[in-house]
């Protein structure tokens, strides 16, 4: 039973933990009778480093898309790491292993805080991934569920997919012009929502992923399978926006439990 929700920070980030945590707050005390306490937490990456966390950050780090094998325990990568752990703005371009990267922040759970009474839920500034069996190559995640569950905030913007036009203009750009388009012309040229970074839609964005996490660990349930739903994992810009920014917030089946009076935007009651 999980009694108490720990969310940690991302200060270099867009992500407004204390915004996050109000609204879960909301949705939790709608769903429980006595509802979990939600609290927001320092950046855990802070609080919890310990002087071989780089090293494993090193060892997490996916070298080719198409490699099952990570890491890099060379010193400079291990330096590099210890850098980024200090000053997570100078971090940027590396994907990691979501799951190698939990099981490391689980290890430093506190071991009177490491049971399942409390939902550890990070908000993270590195880009997570996870190896698709079917596939054979990594996949850019939003949220890896468990203990601590991990939202990571560029994951958000570089995870889905962004709509079709979007690679057609970077393409003809790079053609014409040998290099990457400026993000103006991406966004004004694409029809089809999307995400970029630092997008002031962020934290907004997040939420579904922020209460998706204690979900699982109080329900068992990972994903909504209903488009639209904000427990959904959307695999393209188009549908995540739909899914986090539009109403209904939630599938007839999740507004019962965390928004009954939920309003569409008609202003007509939720089914
Ligand atoms: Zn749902």
């Known amino acids: 039973m999980v009694d108490r929700v720990r969310l940690y920070a991302a200060p270099t980030t867009q992500a407004d933990a204390d ?5 879960l707050r909301e949705r939790l005390s709608v769903a429980f009778e006595e509802p979990p306490s939600v609290t927001v937490e320092e950046r855990f990456l802070d609080r919890y480093a310990t002087e071989d966390l780089p090293r494993e950050f090193a060892s997490a780090r ?38 190698a990267v ?33 596939d054979g ?4 995640r939003v949220s890896v569920l468990g203990q601590p569950a991990l939202c990571s905030v560029p994951g958000l913007y570089e995870a889905p997919a962004k709509p079709e036009g979007y690679y057609k203009e970077q393409q003809k750009h790079a053609m014409l012009a040998g290099d990457a388009p400026p993000r103006e012309v991406l966004e004004n040229q694409v029809d089809g929502d999307f995400l970029i970074e630092d997008d002031p ?12 996490a204690v979900h699982y660990l109080t329900t068992g349930e990972a994903f909504c399978e209903t488009e639209g739903c904000r427990l959904y994992n959307a695999h393209y810009h188009e549908t995540l926006v739909e899914a986090q920014l539009r109403d209904p917030a939630f599938c007839p089946e999740h507004a019962r439990r965390y928004d009954p009076d939920g309003r569409r935007t008609d202003g007509s009651a939720a089914e």
């Open 19 to 23: 915004e996050l945590a109000s609204w």
């Open 62 to 99: 996916v070298t080719s898309p198409y490699d099952r094998e990570t890491g890099s325990t060379m010193l400079g990568i291990v330096r590099y790491e210890e850098r980024a752990l200090e000053d997570p703005t100078r971090e940027g371009g590396v994907l990691y292993d979501g799951l």
């Open 102 to 134: 939990q099981r490391a922040l689980n290890g430093r759970l506190p071991e009177n805080d490491a049971d399942l009474s409390t939902a550890h839920v990070v908000l993270l500034d590195r880009a997570l991934g996870t190896w698709g069996d079917h």
């Open 137 to 140: 190559r990594w996949h850019k």
């Open 201 to 212: 839609r962020t934290t907004d964005a997040l939420k579904g992923y922020v209460l998706g």
